[in-house]
């Protein structure tokens, strides 16, 4: 069975730029958990989204958004970037339950200028 | 707020001994719990999960899980330098599929 895919894998953008970035589950979860990695703040939970339905947010600004396909596929949004946004960005995928094992993509890996 | 703490380390040992990682959690009813493998630069892989209390155990790997002490540890056996990675704890606390991830401890395993 294929594994979580992420695209692109690497980006560069500058401040002021928006960007967005893919992730296609594993088959059969419908799950889609996105994170931001840091060295400083570590892995942080962005949102959930479940069946095209955003299940949670974590504690970051609107510029960060995302939406799940009917095909459970995700995509995420970040607007106005800043540099601060620099970051490894990783999807997961589960299956619907709580508590489901999450297995993750390779990430993106962005830099802002 | 929603924790969970890891030693930052490195812990470092010498191959073939047991390496022992620790995390600690804040949330009581937290039910899930969660040990990745980060190698640098690549993306976290699930070697662990553990929902009840005691221990679980896969290949060199075992879990054990103290819910009353909201403490998770990962016992690693026969060290290998492949194991050379930061560990990573999570805990399903937000509800839904929300982990919380410790900051990671890293793990130097020597010939």
């Known amino acids: 069975k294929a594994g979580v895919t992420q695209t692109p894998r690497y980006l560069i953008k500058t401040r002021g730029q928006q960007v967005t970035l893919s992730c296609s589950p594993i088959s059969g979860h419908r799950s889609v958990s996105w994170y931001q990695q840091t060295p400083g703040q570590g892995l942080q939970f962005l949102f959930e989204?479940?069946?095209?339905?955003?299940?949670n947010k974590g504690n970051f600004p609107g510029r960060f958004s995302g939406r799940q396909f009917s095909n459970s596929r995700s995509e995420m949004n970040v607007s106005t970037l800043e540099l601060g946004d620099s970051a490894l960005y990783l999807c997961?995928?589960?299956?619907?339950?709580?508590?489901?094992?999450?297995?993750f993509g390779p990430g993106t890996r962005l830099t802002v200028l | 707020q929603k924790e969970v703490e890891q030693n930052s380390g490195p812990l470092s040992v010498p191959e073939g001994a047991i390496a022992s990682l620790n995390c600690t959690y804040s949330?009581?009813?937290?039910?899930?719990f969660f040990w990745y493998r980060q190698y640098s630069g690549k993306s976290p892989e699930l070697i662990m999960s553990?929902?009840?209390?005691g221990d679980k155990e896969d290949g060199r790997f075992t879990a054990q899980l103290n819910k009353a002490s909201q403490y998770v540890s990962l016992l690693i056996r026969d060290s290998q330098p492949s194991d050379s990675a930061t560990y990573l704890c999570?805990?399903?606390?937000?509800?839904?599929?929300?982990?919380?991830f410790g900051k990671g401890t890293m793990l130097l395993v020597s010939p």
């Open positions: 949330d009581r009813v937290s039910q899930s």
């Open positions: 553990i929902y009840s209390n």
């Open positions: 997961a995928s589960s299956l619907a339950g709580q508590g489901n094992e999450q297995f």
């Open positions: 999570a805990v399903n606390m937000g509800g839904y599929s929300t982990l919380t």
């Open positions: 989204y479940f069946s095209e339905t955003q299940r």
